[in-house]
C-alpha cells in the first residue's frame, strides 16, 4: 500500500545555518548533553496528524510506528530523536534469529572492539508492558536491566532493540511461554498429594526407566489439573494473532510480558535481517560499525492506521 506523507517546505539557507548554530550551542563540547533540552515537546502540532520514525542504515529504511498505549516511551524516543540523540550511534549488539540493540551514547566515539552496552542515561522508564503488544518481527522495545536488579521492570531510557527472531510451530509456542519454574515446583507438590498417588507411581517408573521425555510429558500433561487445584497460572496462553504472527513472520514469544514493546516496523522488515547477519565478536559486538540516523516525520494519522 502506498503511503502518503505531509509535504514540508525545505528550509532556507539562512535558517539551517540558525539551526546548526544552535544544536552546537546546546551540546557544548559535542559530547551530548541531552538533560539540557528535556523541554522539547513530542506533542503533534497538527490535528490529525502522528508521528513516524524512520531508522536509516547504510543498508536501508526502516519506518516504525509508536503506539499511543505506551505513551511514555513514545514520548521519550521522539524527544530523543528530536534532540539527534541517536544520530551515528551503533547496533552495538546483533545475535541473529533473535535481535538487534542499539542506543548506547557510548557508542558514537567507541574504538574498535570495546565493550559496549552499559551506557545509558541518567533516567529509566517505568514498564508500559500491555498484553496487545507482543515480540512480533519488528517489535521495537526498550532494553532494561536484568530482573533481579529491576523488580519493576523498568525501561532503560535510551537503549533500545528490533526483534528479528524466528518462525514457530505452533505446537512449540506454549513451549515459550510455560513458566518451567512454577511447572516443577506445582508438580512436587501434586505428586506428594496421596488423592494422586497414581500420578507419582507413573513419575517413578518413568524415573526408573530414566525416561526424561516421558517425565516431561507427564508433568505438561498435569498442567491444566495443577492450575486448577493451586489456582495458578502456569502458561501464558496466546491469542488467534499473536499465534498467526509467530508461525509466519515469527518473532521471540519467551519475551512477551518482560519488556515493554512501544512500536512495529511497518516498512523495510529485510533491513533487520541484513544488519543480523553482519558479523560479530565474542561480545556481539558487529566487527563492522553498524551506524543508525533517526528521523521523526509528521505525518497524517490515518496513512499509519492504514498500515498498522
Known amino acids: 500500500m502506498q503511503k502518503k506523507y505531509k509535504k ?24 551530548g548533553d541531552w538533560e539540557q533540552e528535556k523541554t522539547v515537546t513530542t506533542k503533534v502540532q497538527h ?12 543498508y536501508g529504511t526502516m519506518d516504525v510506528i509508536l503506539f499511543d498505549d505506551t505513551p511514555i516511551h513514545k514520548e521519550n524516543f521522539i524527544k530523543l530523536a528530536k534532540q539527534h540523540y541517536y544520530d551515528s550511534l551503533l547496533f552495538h549488539r546483533v545475535i541473529k534469529g533473535f535481535m538487534i540493540q542499539g542506543g ?3 557508542s558514537r566515539f567507541a574504538s574498535e572492539g570495546e565493550s559496549l552496552g552499559q551506557g545509558g542515561l541518567d533516567y529509566t522508564l517505568p514498564a508500559e508492558i500491555t498484553e496487545t503488544h507482543f515480540h512480533q518481527k519488528g517489535a521495537l522495545a526498550m532494553a532494561r536491566k536484568g530482573d533481579n536488579v529491576n523488580p519493576n521492570l523498568e525501561s532503560n531510557a535510551g537503549q533500545f532493540y528490533l526483534v528479528q527472531g524466528r518462525a514457530y510451530r505452533k505446537k512449540d509456542l506454549l513451549e515459550t511461554r510455560t513458566d518451567h519454574g512454577k511447572v516443577n515446583k506445582y508438580f512436587s507438590a501434586l505428586i506428594e498429594d496421596p488423592e494422586y ?7 517413578t517408573t ?15 500433561k498435569c498442567i491444566p489439573l495443577m492450575e486448577k487445584k493451586y489456582k495458578v497460572k502456569l502458561v501464558d496462553r496466546l491469542n488467534k494473532e499473536e499465534i498467526a504472527k509467530y508461525t509466519s513472520v515469527g518473532g521471540a514469544p519467551f519475551l512477551d510480558q518482560k519488556y515493554t514493546v ?12 541484513s544488519l543480523s547477519n553482519q558479523k560479530v565478536d565474542r561480545r556481539k559486538r558487529p566487527i563492522e560499525d553498524l551506524k543508525m540516523w533517526v528521523e521523526v516525520m509528521e505525518v497524517p494519522k490515518v496513512s499509519l492506521e492504514e498500515v498498522n
Request: net charge negative.
Open 8 to 31: 514540508t517546505r525545505t528550509p532556507s539557507l539562512l535558517i539551517l545555518c540558525g539551526l546548526a548554530f544552535i544544536l552546537f550551542s546546546c551540546n557544548g563540547s559535542g559530547n
Open 47 to 58: 490535528e490529525g496528524d502522528d508521528f513516524l520514525v524512520k531508522i536509516h542504515t547504510k
Open 104 to 106: 548506547d551514547p557510548d
Open 197 to 203: 498417588a497414581n500420578i507419582a507411581v507413573a513419575y
Open 206 to 220: 518413568l524415573s526408573e526407566r530414566e525416561d526424561v521425555q516421558g517425565q516431561k510429558r507427564l508433568m505438561k
Open 262 to 273: 512501544f512500536g512495529q516496523v511497518i516498512d523495510g522488515l529485510y533491513i533487520i535481517d
